[in-house]
């Protein structure tokens, strides 16, 4: 539901300014995991085998991950501390779609990034969450939004 989505998003906003991450990255990160998941961390995949607040497939990249290091299989902390490493070079999840290359950002650049929030969110769809129905105006949208609701908390 509408509330619990603004709390969880409220969480992850908090944890990723914490690390770091601009406000356009983590908003165009919400409008990526919105369109993936409603920003629910135990949301499995409807006829798939997807998991999670960004939906990784098969869940196991994440489930696996998150039973070596001590975090429930939904928690919002540990899909982010998932999510943040599984970005790092070399650990195979963030790399240049060669069929979208002009949305592109190596992950240290993304995480701070001042882009707007319009090529960020297309930055993280087509390097990180490669979708098999991109939908792309709904991610645009949802990230927009999110920007308009945190910019209201400020």
């Known amino acids: ?19 770091g991450w601009s406000h ?3 908003c165009a990160t919400l409008g990526n995991m919105q369109r993936e998941s409603t920003i629910s961390p135990g949301r499995h995949q409807v006829g798939g085998g997807a ?3 960004v939906q990784w497939d ?3 990249k994440y489930t ?9 299989n939904d928690s919002i902390t540990g899909q982010l501390k998932y999510l943040i490493y599984s970005m790092k070079p070399g650990k195979g999840e963030w790399f240049k779609n060669s069929s979208y290359s002009e949305y592109y950002l190596d ?5 701070c990034s001042t882009n707007s929030i319009e ?8 390097s990180y969450e490669r979708a098999g129905v991109a ?3 709904d991610r645009i949208k949802y990230a927009l939004d999110w920007s308009a609701y945190f910019n209201k908390r400020r």
């Open 64 to 72: 696996d991950w998150a039973g070596q290091n001590g975090y429930a």
């Open 24 to 26: 356009n990255a983590i």
């Open 107 to 111: 992950s240290e650049e993304f995480i």
């Open 58 to 60: 098969p869940a196991t």
């Open 119 to 126: 090529y960020l969110t297309a930055v993280f769809l087509h």
């Open 1 to 19: 539901n509408e509330l619990q989505m603004k709390i969880n998003a409220t969480i992850i906003y908090g944890y990723l300014s914490q690390q």
């Open 135 to 137: 939908a792309i105006d």
């Open 51 to 53: 998991f999670g607040l």
